[in-house]
């Protein structure tokens, strides 16, 4: 026998061990007979399957508002929280009174800034009084620029003390303590967050509230690198649980340091949104449709299992389940995007997967 024969049966004999070993390592999967009184005997629910387009991308997002829609409201001095008015969650017109505030050094700005209107009124009349004398040749004019002077000066002082209120959102206004003020909503909006309690004692700059002006709303979406890669300004997101949708601003396809991309769509049908919470969403780029030879589903994420290498789903039928393999080309914590050999009426199970899987095993 020549060299070459040799070769060639050796080689023959390694790809028939080959796939033996590839027989033997992903053994056909068995069908599992189950009834009706059975199947709700163990809990199992179905549900239907959704036909998918073959660029859909499944991810999370946070409802957020709008850059510059989201005010921190601070203790404007060291005090004490006398009363709240408002709490998380509460709408408010901007001027609105959200909380009482108390401090010394109110008491002293408020002060501060009677004297300063005295020392204005009193400039005031200093100016007439030297105009008229100026006038009638009393005075000379260096006289009437002196007073002139302390006139802008005065102006200038009850400037500052009013800006100084303005500033820390204080309205002073009605019969309270004088060392009382009222925190005021610089904007419209919702309240997200209310940190303070009654009698809190608290030092300047800490923060009391947060409020959003929710009027415009956007999603701050977290991508993997491979799925921020097919997105791209003007892709269209759904969110199904919300009844909402969104269009992508912008994308970042910098890797943070958990590895996510991100990034920010403006809302335009609102739905059932709210600011804060996370929500569920489906991405369609705007790609060439491709031509898949297996079809693209969309399934409640639960309905996916994993069996060793293997992703499996229970298709069910009148006589039990049949255990298929499916490949995950995306998913998030409510849906995923599978590409398995079903069609448009296929069902699912999506409960009693555990006594499935047991049963699979030979377990039960």
């Excluded at 009834?35 to 499944?58: E, M, R």
């Excluded at 449709?289 to 693209?296: D, E, F, L, S, Y």
Aim: glycine share 8%.
């Amino acid at each position: 026998m020549t060299q070459s024969l040799k070769i060639s049966l050796f080689a023959g004999v390694c790809a028939l061990a080959l796939q033996a070993y590839a027989d033997t390592s992903a053994p056909a999967l068995p069908f599992l007979s189950l009834s009706t009184q059975q199947t709700a005997a163990l809990g199992i629910q179905v549900s239907k399957v959704q036909a998918a387009g073959t660029a859909q991308i499944l991810a999370s997002a946070q409802v957020s508002t709008q850059p510059g829609k989201d005010i921190t409201i601070s203790a404007p001095y060291a005090g004490q929280i006398s009363r709240l008015n408002v709490g998380v969650g509460d709408r408010v017109k901007a001027g609105a009174n959200l909380a009482d505030f108390t401090s010394p050094q109110l008491g002293d700005a408020r002060r501060q800034l009677q004297e300063a209107k005295l020392e204005l009124q009193n400039a005031s009349s200093a100016m007439q009084r030297d105009q008229a004398m100026f006038d009638e040749g009393i005075i000379p004019a260096v006289r009437l620029q002196i007073t002139r002077n302390k006139l802008a000066a005065a102006q200038a002082t009850l400037s500052a003390r009013e800006s100084e209120l303005k500033a820390g959102g204080l309205s002073v206004s009605g019969e309270q303590n004088f060392a009382t003020g009222h925190l005021q909503a610089p904007i419209g909006g919702v309240i997200t967050e209310a940190l303070g309690a009654v009698g809190q004692r608290v030092d300047a700059g800490t923060q009391l509230f947060k409020l959003a002006d929710d009027s415009a709303l956007q999603l701050d979406i977290q991508l993997s690198s491979d799925k921020a890669a097919l997105l791209q300004a003007g892709d269209l997101i759904n969110i199904p649980s919300r009844q909402a949708q969104a269009k992508i601003l912008g994308v970042s396809r910098a890797a943070d340091a958990s590895q996510s991309a991100k990034a920010r769509a403006v809302v335009l049908q609102r739905g059932r949104l709210q600011v804060g919470e996370w929500v569920s969403v489906t991405a369609q780029p705007q790609l060439k449709a491709a031509n898949h030879a297996t079809p693209r589903w969309l399934v409640p994420a639960r309905c996916v299992i994993h069996l060793g290498s293997q992703t499996l789903v229970f298709v069910r039928d009148a006589k039990g389940f049949t255990p298929t393999p499916v490949k995950v080309i995306s998913s998030n914590d409510d849906a995923s995007l599978i590409e398995a050999p079903l069609s448009a009426d296929s069902v699912l199970a999506q409960t009693g997967l555990a006594s499935l899987r047991a049963m699979l095993l030979g377990e039960e």
